[in-house]
């Protein structure tokens, strides 16, 4: 018996050994980091001097701060239209490519691309598009004669740009969404066609209640994606506050104005914001998403 649990301890320690690194590097640059910026934002550091202890303030700031607003108005605004569309093309997509159609692989390829793409490159690349004056899209749209808006720089357009450009990015949910399609029972779809269910009735009462957990999963993804968007927000920028979306409000006052209390007071904001909305939806999970094993 003596000899079976030292085998075992050895077993284990090997374990613990070969993650060591990762735990170290989890502590060190993630709930390190963490543990200090929940401190942080009780202070009023601004990186030259030493912190000093201010309690809520920063906190009590930030409720009177007008661009604290605008910035969540603009996020959330962003949010609300990007991620449904996403979802819907991502699905769409994902259905159109689950066809059995010759060279299809290579259509896959083509739709997932976009997805890999940098973020900074893909920002220079819509920024161009966008330019009222060079752009793709003003372009296209003199040549059948409508004068394009200027979409960066109006402030009622800026928006409605970066949710365009946000489609670039279904790829993801794509992605999963047609896994999930292929593994489908066709036995449900082969009863339907016996039954003699319309295609739609077959989408409806079939395939989404399956995807439905994959909705669940690609929908919280989508909404902490969009509503932490930064990348593009920083590159292309937009009219006045128009595009100051949350995330670079947060880097402006971290690394632009040194107050790096006010950055980490709004980033605990943040983060108890998303996890409420994680929260929510997973409540209401039961009441939309089919679970094939779950108890009655």
Same mark, same amino acid.
């Given at each position: 018996?003596?000899?079976?649990?030292?085998?075992?301890?050895?077993?284990?320690?090997?374990?613990?050994?070969? +993650?060591?690194?990762?735990?170290?590097?989890?502590?060190?640059?993630?709930?390190?980091?963490?543990?200090?910026?929940?401190?942080?934002?009780?202070?009023?550091?601004?990186?030259?001097?030493?912190?000093?202890?201010?309690?809520?303030?920063?906190?009590?700031?930030?409720?009177?701060?007008?661009?604290?607003?605008?910035?969540?108005?603009?996020?959330?605004?962003?949010?609300?239209?990007?991620?449904?569309?996403?979802?819907?093309?991502?699905?769409?997509?994902?259905?159109?490519?689950?066809?059995?159609?010759?060279?299809?692989?290579?259509?896959?390829?083509?739709?997932?691309?976009?997805?890999?793409?940098?973020?900074?490159?893909?920002?220079?690349?819509?920024?161009?598009?966008?330019?009222?004056?060079?752009?793709? +899209?003003?372009?296209?749209?003199?040549?059948?004669?409508?004068?394009?808006?200027?979409?960066?720089?109006?402030?009622?357009?800026?928006?409605?740009?970066?949710?365009?450009?946000?489609?670039?990015?279904?790829?993801?949910?794509?992605?999963?969404?047609?896994?999930?399609?292929?593994?489908?029972?066709?036995?449900?779809?082969?009863?339907?066609?016996?039954?003699?269910?319309?295609?739609?009735?077959?989408?409806?009462?079939?395939?989404?209640?399956?995807?439905?957990?994959?909705?669940?999963?690609?929908?919280?993804?989508?909404?902490?994606?969009?509503?932490?968007?930064?990348?593009?927000?920083?590159?292309?920028?937009?009219?006045?506050?128009?595009?100051?979306?949350?995330?670079?409000?947060?880097?402006?006052?971290?690394?632009?104005?040194?107050?790096?209390?006010?950055?980490?007071?709004?980033?605990?904001?943040?983060?108890? +914001?998303?996890?409420?909305?994680?929260?929510?939806?997973?409540?209401?999970?039961?009441?939309?998403?089919?679970?094939?094993?779950?108890?009655?």
């Amino acid at each position: 018996m003596k000899i079976k649990n030292n085998k075992a301890l050895k077993r284990n320690l090997e374990g613990y050994l070969f +993650i060591s690194p990762w735990i170290f590097g989890m502590l060190l640059f993630t709930v390190g980091p963490v543990i200090a910026s929940f401190y942080i934002s009780f202070t009023d550091w601004n990186t030259f001097q030493s912190p000093n202890f201010v309690g809520f303030s920063n906190y009590a700031e930030l409720s009177q701060d007008p661009k604290f607003y605008q910035a969540l108005k603009v996020t959330f605004t962003f949010a609300a239209f990007s991620v449904p569309l996403n979802l819907a093309g991502g699905l769409l997509a994902a259905i159109l490519l689950n066809q059995k159609v010759r060279g299809m692989k290579v259509f896959r390829t083509i739709f997932y691309l976009p997805a890999v793409v940098s973020g900074v490159a893909t920002a220079l690349l819509w920024r161009w598009i966008f330019n009222s004056d060079v752009g793709l +899209i003003n372009s296209v749209l003199a040549k059948i004669g409508i004068e394009g808006p200027n979409w960066l720089g109006d402030p009622s357009w800026v928006l409605p740009s970066y949710i365009i450009m946000s489609l670039w990015g279904f790829g993801n949910a794509m992605l999963i969404f047609l896994a999930a399609l292929q593994d489908l029972p066709k036995q449900l779809y082969e009863s339907a066609d016996i039954d003699g269910a319309s295609l739609l009735r077959k989408f409806w009462h079939i395939t989404l209640p399956q995807l439905s957990p994959i909705i669940l999963f690609n929908l919280i993804m989508g909404i902490i994606a969009g509503l932490k968007i930064f990348t593009e927000a920083y590159i292309i920028g937009g009219a006045q506050d128009a595009a100051l979306f949350y995330m670079l409000y947060l880097w402006q006052n971290a690394f632009q104005f040194m107050q790096m209390g006010y950055a980490s007071a709004m980033a605990w904001i943040f983060f108890v +914001i998303i996890l409420l909305i994680t929260l929510i939806i997973l409540k209401s999970s039961p009441l939309w998403v089919y679970y094939e094993g779950k108890k009655k």
